[in-house]
Each structure stands twice: as structure tokens, then as C-alpha cells.
């Protein structure tokens, strides 16, 4: 089992551009979570995805949207990147009876 | 609205020392609780989980947390610190339900350890 897997592991854009962050989830799991994670703080939910829906929303902009294919996995899309954007994107993948499980994040960078 | 305090930002301890790392949390109902610890630039690892039964929970790598409902804390601990335990620490707070998998995390604790 790969665990959750996270695509790429750095990247490096320009204000104003678009991003797009990949996630497969743990095989199993059918639940996609975002989290955002400035440097030096804790992670910060930013929206869950089950059964190709946006189920929770933290307190984020529009600017970030996702999307859930069929096989779980996920997408994280950023538009009009700001410089407060940049910082590590963690995603998470759980079932109703499992706790989160982490993958090892995209560290996003915008100069 | 759910949070999580971890009222120190920063530890240090020596090797073979013992370590308590605080937790309390505000959630508006029965909560399930978490400790994940993190290494510089890397995902967060599960060490331990509270969802319910007994009060005092054991992990991975040796440690242990006790769920205090009065205290609404959520403390971690471990007897003997090793010199690999050096990390980030998060406690989480989540629901269940139509909340699960929904994480509120506190902004951490770095420990460092000395030989």
C-alpha cells in the first residue's frame, strides 16, 4: 500500500498564475481532506471531498476549488496566486471509520 | 467552534529526560483527539488517537496521551525521550458524522532534545 500520494513535492509560480495539486488517497478510502500549512503554523483545513462533492468548506476563498474523480483521487486548484498562498499543501485521505492519513505535501512556492 | 491550544511553542529536553506536551482543546461535542508529529518539510505521522473508551491512549514510538474531559485536555507524554523524537507536534481535535475527517489543529510544539 503507497499510502497518500502527493503530486509534485515543490513547485514554484508567479502571482496571478494558476495551480493545480494532485492527491491519490490510501487504497481504501474514499474521503479527501486539504489542509494548508504556513510556515510555523498548524495545519488549516481547507475543504473535504466525498463522492465527487465538496461535503465541508473551511474558511477559504473561492480562489481554491477542488475536484474528486471517480477512483477518490483529488485535485486542489488555486487561482490568482497571492504571495500569502505560498505553504506546504498537505492532503488527507480517511473513511467514516479511519483517522486521517496524511501524504508528504506539496510545497508551493509563489514569487 | 472547535480549537486547540498547545500553550508552549517550544520545549527542550535532554535525552532519557521525560516529556509532557499540553493540549486542550474547545469542541461542542464528544470529540475524537489526536497527536500527529512532523519532521521538517514532511507529512504529518499519526501517533496516537482517542475516539472513545479508555481515558489513557498509547502510540506509536512510546507514547501516550490521557484524555481529561473536566480538564478538556488532551496531554502527550512519553517516559524517556530519544534523541529521534526531535519534531513538530500537533494536537487535533475532529467529530464524527457529518464532521469526520474534519481536523482543527494547534499551532504545534517543536521539541528539541539534547544529548
Known amino acids: 500500500d503507497a499510502g497518500v500520494t502527493q503530486s509534485p513535492t515543490h513547485l514554484i509560480k508567479t502571482r496571478g498564475q494558476q495551480v493545480t495539486l494532485r492527491c491519490s488517497p490510501k487504497s481504501g478510502h474514499d474521503t479527501v481532506s486539504w489542509y494548508q500549512q504556513a510556515l510555523g503554523q498548524g495545519p488549516q483545513f481547507i475543504f473535504q471531498y466525498y463522492e465527487e462533492e465538496e461535503r465541508q468548506r473551511g474558511n477559504f476563498p473561492d480562489r481554491f476549488s477542488g475536484h474528486q474523480f471517480p477512483n477518490y483521487s483529488s485535485e486542489l486548484n488555486v487561482n490568482a496566486l497571492l504571495l500569502g498562498d505560498s505553504a506546504l499543501y498537505l492532503c488527507?485521505?480517511?473513511?467514516?471509520?479511519?483517522?486521517?492519513?496524511f501524504g508528504q505535501g506539496t510545497r508551493l512556492t509563489v514569487v | 467552534a472547535q480549537s486547540v491550544t498547545q500553550p508552549d511553542i517550544h520545549i527542550t529536553v535532554s535525552e532519557g529526560a521525560s516529556l509532557e506536551l499540553r493540549c486542550n482543546y474547545s469542541?461542542?461535542?464528544?470529540?475524537?483527539l489526536f497527536w500527529y508529529v512532523q519532521s521538517p518539510g514532511q507529512g504529518l505521522q499519526l501517533l496516537l488517537k482517542?475516539?472513545?473508551?479508555?481515558?489513557l491512549v498509547q502510540g506509536i514510538k512510546g507514547f501516550e496521551a490521557e484524555f481529561k474531559r473536566s480538564q478538556s485536555s488532551f496531554n502527550l507524554r512519553k517516559p524517556s525521550v530519544h534523541w529521534s523524537d526531535a519534531a513538530e507536534y500537533f494536537c487535533?481535535?475532529?467529530?464524527?458524522?457529518?464532521?469526520?475527517?474534519?481536523?482543527?489543529f494547534g499551532q504545534g510544539t517543536i521539541l528539541t532534545v539534547h544529548p
Open positions: 488527507a485521505s480517511s473513511t467514516r471509520n479511519t483517522e486521517a492519513f
Open positions: 487535533a481535535v475532529g467529530g464524527w458524522g457529518a464532521s469526520y475527517g474534519k481536523l482543527t
Open positions: 469542541y461542542g461535542a464528544t470529540p475524537y
Open positions: 482517542y475516539f472513545s473508551g479508555d481515558t
